[in-house]
């Protein structure tokens, strides 16, 4: 009897152990949990120093901003690609500059536009080419964009103004110095580029 006694009381005692150690196992799984949240809820705030004074900033999702960056992407290469001077070397400038931000098509559009003699058009009329976005499309599903615009070529003897509506695909690359919103634009084309107005300027 004393023996059946001390059996139950040992079996007890496992049964107590194995209950203890299941218990602590949850807990320290269920701390884990806990912090590593807290350690991810964490990194999402920085704090901004003003005149040695910590100032909590929240970070966004990068898919709430996303769609505003590929928009930023494509208005900064257009501005580039568009805005000219009769200057050689800011017009290699500019486009070194958007050659970053776009693939093949871009070099080729550049070259077919250098084998018009656009360029050189620039230089010898002394023309000013600016750009003035009126609007992106943008379906973030498929990355798909369409630029919608006005260019304005002044020379000395007329103000030309130019729809110009392009195209393309966007695909995401690592960011860069040279391509900060590590956007690249694919496929991209011209689908209209005709005049609107063309004024003769008053020369006295």
Same mark, same amino acid.
């Given at each position: 009897?004393?023996? !059946?006694? %001390? +059996?139950?009381?040992? =079996?007890? #005692?496992?049964? @107590?152990?194995?209950? *203890?150690?299941?218990?602590?196992?949850?807990?320290?799984?269920?701390?884990?949990?806990?912090?590593?949240?807290?350690?991810?809820?964490?990194?999402?705030?920085?704090?901004?120093?003003?005149?040695?004074?910590?100032?909590?900033?929240?970070?966004?999702?990068?898919?709430?901003?996303?769609?505003?960056?590929?928009?930023?992407?494509?208005?900064?290469?257009?501005?580039?690609?568009?805005?000219?001077?009769?200057?050689? !070397?800011? %017009? +290699?400038?500019?486009? =070194?500059? #958007?050659?970053? @931000?776009?693939?093949? *098509?871009?070099?080729?559009?550049?070259?077919?536009?250098?084998?018009?003699?656009?360029?050189?058009?620039?230089?010898?009329?002394?023309?000013?080419?600016?750009?003035?976005?009126?609007?992106?499309?943008?379906?973030?599903?498929?990355?798909?964009?369409?630029?919608?615009?006005?260019?304005?070529?002044?020379?000395?003897?007329?103000?030309?103004?130019?729809?110009?509506?392009?195209?393309?695909?966007?695909?995401?690359?690592?960011?860069?110095?040279?391509?900060?919103?590590?956007?690249?634009?694919?496929?991209?084309?011209?689908?209209?580029?005709?005049?609107?107005?063309?004024?003769?300027?008053?020369?006295?």
């Amino acid at each position: 009897m004393i023996i !059946k006694n %001390i +059996e139950q009381k040992v =079996k007890l #005692a496992k049964l @107590l152990s194995i209950l *203890s150690f299941a218990f602590s196992f949850a807990i320290v799984i269920l701390m884990m949990m806990f912090l590593s949240e807290q350690l991810s809820e964490s990194r999402k705030s920085i704090y901004i120093l003003d005149k040695d004074i910590p100032i909590l900033a929240k970070q966004t999702d990068e898919s709430v901003n996303r769609p505003v960056e590929y928009k930023a992407h494509v208005n900064v290469f257009h501005s580039l690609f568009f805005t000219l001077t009769p200057d050689n !070397k800011y %017009i +290699e400038y500019q486009m =070194k500059k #958007a050659m970053y @931000l776009i693939d093949e *098509s871009g070099i080729q559009q550049y070259n077919n536009l250098k084998e018009k003699g656009l360029f050189n058009q620039i230089l010898s009329s002394s023309a000013v080419l600016t750009i003035q976005t009126d609007s992106i499309f943008l379906d973030v599903p498929s990355k798909f964009f369409r630029y919608y615009g006005k260019q304005r070529i002044e020379r000395k003897s007329s103000i030309v103004v130019r729809s110009l509506i392009t195209e393309g695909y966007l695909k995401d690359v690592p960011r860069s110095q040279n391509n900060p919103h590590g956007v690249l634009i694919e496929r991209w084309k011209t689908i209209e580029n005709k005049d609107l107005k063309n004024e003769a300027k008053n020369n006295f």
